[in-house]
């Protein structure tokens, strides 16, 4: 009795194994083992930010890119893009700038007063689909952290006292997913800076400066007065906002101190040597 | 057996406070603000510049389009300046400044109160001056009607639908409006037939009314084809498509338009707007708006400008209850709470309603218990439930799939909800995000 299930069932295996060898070589796909290869080089976050839906995408890019122009992986960096240009023998474009997420919005809960209550949903775009939000400011952050809940490599934080979401420089990869997630486009990909030190307008209000100031003690109210400080043309006024284009700007941080509101940021400077009278105001803000 | 529709609805308390209040003419504002995007569409081109006289009547912006819609001044004055002005989302958008100076009316505009029943014209003409007179829905969506009476091609409109149910609770502007212009409507009714090409025009109104409808049934004998047919209680049955299935027991299609069923859809205060318009050259520039809340002292129904700002009709009504939570835009169901009192009353503007601090806050949300009573109610027969996880997760396939688009945000699963879920918050934002990915894959 036992021979025949032996049997039988030798059979249908032997039967069975030809069959999925055949298949396997009639529908054979080829994958460039190289592809394997780049892919364990990056970081694996699958973040997108590359442009490609995810790191096996970006991979096969690279390899059947012929030159590799305009491919870089901003989560890591140079770094990574070397290694990948071992494995290809080709050469990789390295020379993208670090960049960083930055949070134009310094409408803390001191200098931007509630004048509702929203007690809806706790998601930025759930509210800012319904109305303008909790302060007079329409275009500034509502603080329920859409960007926070985006972010995959724990980069951006709300800080309770403000209110707002902060972004920590040695976590965040300029990914851009925070930048897709806030209804309110007011988080930007900037150039990261020698030392981390970048000058910006922390503010994203059109309204007019009157309406403006009305709403948030630290908007930017397009009085120009940056403008007019600026030697290398970096500042753009538009829309009644100041913008400051990062690839023109120099870090002459001449801008900051005519702001009457405190509106322009600077991040990781060393303290000024010589405070003129106005900027007194300013630097306590910053 | 009252007629309705089948699929879900709620009967949410009705608090028509001001029922049975006489419609009383608000006093001219010092200021009005005329927004230019009061309409569905495009927003409105100005055609005046700052310091400009202008009376009643007169044209302030052209519509910019096809969908778009004439806007003219409610006040006689000088215009102070063309800026932006926060509207009742709390977003700022342009407007129109006038100071008001006496009550001079532009000269084309006959101001007697003569009615005025037949006066032969083609659908064409009509069609016309609905649409210079700037006419848009006044059920609270305000779609331009001019464009709601073209049919596409390829579709016959067999049947008017005129929407009196206001199903919405503590409204009762349209109910006012009946009691006292009936005749008017009625005449409005008889021209948008005739512009519409139609024989039958059915006025659907909730049970709740019946004086109204005893009221319109007495003066719709006179009209050849015109009905009025009485209606259950129960939101949201002034929905345009529960509207049709509870009339004519058609369903329209997802995705279709009503006219894809033969009906075409004016509310009842439309269908007044559009006798003025037709019969005494009138432009829109003044709508009945209904002031009401709990503890308001004088809850009322006021004939209002257009522009005037709503800290006006709260103060005509008795002021500003002390213990105010929230100040909503509309009804209780789908209205928008404001930021403040300054905003202007438009076009669409159907009520004002001041919730009492205790009902106008939300309890929190807790976990769903799978009780599935919001897929019970809900009148688009589209599983909320499911289409709130979808959009938390950003699962906008699921949420296409699952037709989140056919949501009318009427608000009945989150009335409904024993876990007090913000279902209507997420399902409106999901099928915005679900519009915007159709939107840019036909492009």
Same mark, same amino acid.
């Given at each position: ?6 049997? &039988? ?14 298949? &396997? ?24 930010? *590359?442009? %490609? ?11 059947? &890119? +012929? ?14 893009? &070397? ?26 809960c001191?200098?931007?007063?509630k004048i509702n209550r929203y007690d809806g949903a706790r998601n930025c775009s759930i509210a800012s689909a319904l109305y303008a939000g909790e302060t007079? *400011?329409?275009?500034g952050c509502f603080g329920f952290g859409d960007c926070v809940t985006a972010c995959a490599?724990d980069?951006i934080r709300i800080n309770p006292e403000t209110g707002l979401p ?11 997913l925070c930048?897709k997630a806030c209804p309110r ?32 003690? +630290? ?26 284009? %990062? ?36 630097? +306590?803000?910053? | 057996?009252?007629?309705?529709f089948?699929i879900g609805g709620i009967h949410p308390p009705e608090n ?58 409610? @006040? ?6 063309? =800026?932006?002005?926060?509207?009742t989302s709390g ?6 400044? $006038? ?10 505009? =006959? ?23 700037? $006419? ?31 199903c919405e609770p503590y ?6 409006? #009946? ?6 409507? #009625? ?34 004998? !006179?009209?050849? /084809? ?7 209680t129960k939101y949201p049955q002034?929905g345009?498509?529960q509207?049709? !299935? ?47 809340g709990k503890d ?7 004939? @209002? ?13 008795? /002021?500003?209850?002390?213990n105010t939570g929230k100040i909503v835009s509309g009804g209780p169901m789908m209205g928008r709470g404001l930021t ?10 159907? /009520?004002?309603l001041l919730l009492p601090e205790k009902d106008a806050k939300r309890k929190p949300a807790r976990d769903c218990i799978r009780c599935a009573k919001c897929i019970d109610v809900c009148p688009m027969g589209i599983n909320p439930t499911a289409l709130m996880t979808a959009t938390e997760f950003s699962n906008w396939e699921a949420a296409e799939q699952n037709h989140i688009t056919d949501c009318i945000e009427c608000g009945s699963c989150a009335y409904i909800c024993p876990a007090n879920r913000p279902l209507t918050d997420y399902l409106r934002m999901g099928k915005r995000k679900v519009m ?8």
């Amino acid at each position: 009795m036992i021979l025949i299930a032996v049997i &039988s069932l030798g059979v249908i295996g032997a039967i069975s194994a030809i069959f999925l060898y055949a298949a &396997s070589k009639k529908f054979e796909v080829y994958e460039d083992p190289r592809i394997g290869l780049v892919q364990e080089a990056l970081p694996g976050a699958n973040c997108g930010a *590359c442009g %490609y839906p995810g790191c096996a995408g970006f991979a096969a890019a690279c390899v059947n &890119s +012929n030159t590799m122009d305009g491919l870089f992986c901003p989560v890591g960096g140079a770094d990574t893009m &070397s290694k990948v240009s071992v494995i290809l023998g080709k050469e990789a474009d390295g020379s993208a700038e670090p960049m960083l997420a930055v949070v134009r919005c310094n409408g803390t809960c001191k200098a931007r007063p509630k004048i509702n209550r929203y007690d809806g949903a706790r998601n930025c775009s759930i509210a800012s689909a319904l109305y303008a939000g909790e302060t007079g *400011c329409s275009y500034g952050c509502f603080g329920f952290g859409d960007c926070v809940t985006a972010c995959a490599f724990d980069a951006i934080r709300i800080n309770p006292e403000t209110g707002l979401p902060e972004v920590n420089d040695e976590n965040c990869t300029s990914c851009g997913l925070c930048v897709k997630a806030c209804p309110r486009n007011i988080i930007e990909i900037r150039r990261k800076g020698p030392k981390s030190r970048r000058i910006y307008v922390s503010c994203v209000n059109m309204d007019k400066g009157g309406t403006a100031r009305k709403a948030c003690d +630290n908007a930017c109210i397009g009085c120009g007065k940056c403008a007019k400080e600026c030697a290398f043309g970096a500042i753009t006024l538009e829309y009644n906002l100041a913008y400051i284009d %990062y690839t023109k700007c120099r870090l002459c941080r001449k801008c900051a101190p005519v702001c009457p509101t405190g509106a322009i940021h600077e991040t990781n400077f060393p303290p000024r040597k010589e405070i003129k009278a106005p900027a007194t105001n300013d630097t +306590n803000k910053i | 057996m009252l007629k309705t529709f089948h699929i879900g609805g709620i009967h949410p308390p009705e608090n028509k406070l001001s029922a049975g209040q006489k419609i009383t003419q608000l006093n001219l504002p010092k200021q009005v603000i005329i927004p230019l995007a009061q309409h569905i569409g495009a927003p409105a081109s100005v055609t005046v510049r700052k310091g400009d006289e202008v009376k009643v009547g007169t044209l302030l912006a052209k519509a910019n389009g096809y969908v778009s819609a004439n806007i003219h001044s409610s @006040v006689s004055g000088k215009i102070n300046k063309v =800026d932006s002005a926060f509207d009742t989302s709390g977003y700022s958008h342009t407007a129109i400044y $006038i100071d008001v100076e006496g009550d001079v009316w532009e000269d084309y505009i =006959d101001r007697s109160d003569t009615l005025i029943k037949d006066k032969l014209m083609t659908p064409q003409q009509i069609i016309d001056k609905i649409a210079d007179a700037g $006419i848009v829905g006044l059920g609270g969506a305000a779609f331009p009607t001019h464009v709601k009476l073209y049919p596409p091609p390829e579709c016959w409109a067999t049947v008017l639908i005129i929407n009196a149910a206001e199903c919405e609770p503590y409204l009762t502007s349209d109910h006012a409006l #009946m009691m006292e212009k009936g005749e008017e409507i #009625m005449s409005g009714i008889n021209l948008l037939m005739s512009a519409t090409r139609v024989g039958e025009a059915l006025i659907g109104i909730e049970n709740n009314k019946q004086d109204a409808i005893r009221h319109m049934q007495q003066l719709a004998k !006179e009209y050849r /084809g015109i009905k009025v047919v009485p209606l259950k209680t129960k939101y949201p049955q002034g929905g345009e498509k529960q509207l049709i !299935e509870a009339l004519i027991h058609r369903q329209v299609k997802s995705g279709e338009l009503p006219i894809s069923v033969g009906a075409v859809v004016q509310n009842v205060g439309t269908a007044f707007a559009v006798y003025e318009a037709v019969m005494k050259r009138k432009p829109l520039i003044e709508r009945v708006v209904t002031v009401t809340g709990k503890d308001v002292a004088r809850p009322s129904n006021f004939l @209002v400008r257009i522009g005037t700002p709503i800290s006006q009709l709260i103060e005509a009504a008795g /002021g500003l209850p002390a213990n105010t939570g929230k100040i909503v835009s509309g009804g209780p169901m789908m209205g928008r709470g404001l930021t403040g009192t300054e905003i202007p009353v438009v076009k669409g503007t159907s /009520g004002v309603l001041l919730l009492p601090e205790k009902d106008a806050k939300r309890k929190p949300a807790r976990d769903c218990i799978r009780c599935a009573k919001c897929i019970d109610v809900c009148p688009m027969g589209i599983n909320p439930t499911a289409l709130m996880t979808a959009t938390e997760f950003s699962n906008w396939e699921a949420a296409e799939q699952n037709h989140i688009t056919d949501c009318i945000e009427c608000g009945s699963c989150a009335y409904i909800c024993p876990a007090n879920r913000p279902l209507t918050d997420y399902l409106r934002m999901g099928k915005r995000k679900v519009m915007g990915i159709i939107k840019s894959r036909k492009a």
